[in-house]
């Protein structure tokens, strides 16, 4: 069963609208970290917020918001009044618990947003 | 500038030869990963190392080898065993963080590598 799902494979909205990007993640651990990361076309990976799964309080980073619903297990990234340039591929990724410095980290497989002027 | 620096960009290998892709880090990071990403697909773990002289397989590592001989390498080869290595191979490295409301680790990628073999 895959562990991380992101059901939307593309995402459209108006410029300065804001937009839910949707992830359900599946775990029997009590602790675990939800990240989301920005993959431009270029290539490279960008970390934009992360949720831990004691952490009551959504977490917030400027314009991004992660929408997290424990007992539906889902952490959904809220990105407000969108820019062009937020035009990428998202995805959403949880760290299973893990001793020692090493952290490994499930990808779900990505959400294509595209930002319309 | 700090950062992790993964050479080349772009790779073209003929089928059946090895190739080592290289990734640098000079973030000081004791933790490094080798992910594969497929066309329109998320990440996957092939190889993962936690300290000097220490790596773990990880949920794809059929036909790649790894090595940790210095903190700030940790080179892959794609073997001829891979049976399709054409993707793109990013690496990361990553270091725990002291956030607003706790610790959390977080991985730095590098640019990533894009492996044809023809």
């Known amino acids: 069963a895959q562990k991380i799902t992101q059901t939307q494979p593309g995402m459209f909205v108006q410029e300065k609208e804001a937009v839910t990007l949707d992830c359900t993640y599946d775990t029997s651990d009590q602790s675990y970290g939800l990240f989301w990361y920005k993959q431009p076309s270029s290539g490279e990976m960008i970390f934009l917020i992360y949720q831990g799964s004691y952490d009551e309080q959504n977490a917030t980073e400027g314009r991004y918001s992660l929408n997290f619903q424990k007992a539906r297990k889902s952490a959904n990234l809220v990105i407000s009044a969108s820019q062009l340039g937020d035009s990428a591929m998202y995805f959403c990724?949880?760290?299973?618990?893990?001793?020692?410095?090493?952290?490994?980290?499930?990808f779900g497989s990505g959400t294509q947003l595209t930002v319309l002027p | 500038d700090g950062g992790i620096t993964q050479s080349p960009k772009y790779l073209f290998r003929k089928e059946g030869q090895n190739v080592t892709l290289s990734c640098e880090q000079n973030?000081?990071?004791?933790?490094m990963y080798w992910y594969r990403q497929d066309p329109g697909q998320g990440l996957r773990l092939i190889y993962y190392?936690?300290?000097?002289?220490?790596?773990q397989k990880g949920d794809i590592a059929e036909g790649y080898s790894v090595s940790r001989e210095k903190k700030e390498s940790f080179p892959l080869t794609v073997t001829s065993a891979q049976k399709n290595p054409t993707a793109f191979y990013l690496c990361?490295?990553?270091?725990?963080?002291?956030?607003?409301?706790?610790?959390?680790?977080?991985?730095?990628f590098g640019p990533g590598t894009r492996l044809t073999v023809l």
């Open positions: 990724a949880m760290r299973e618990p893990q001793s020692g410095s090493a952290r490994q980290l499930t």
């Open positions: 190392s936690q300290i000097v002289n220490d790596f």
């Open positions: 990361a490295s990553s270091i725990d963080r002291a956030g607003t409301r706790g610790l959390y680790n977080e991985q730095f």
């Open positions: 973030l000081n990071h004791d933790a």
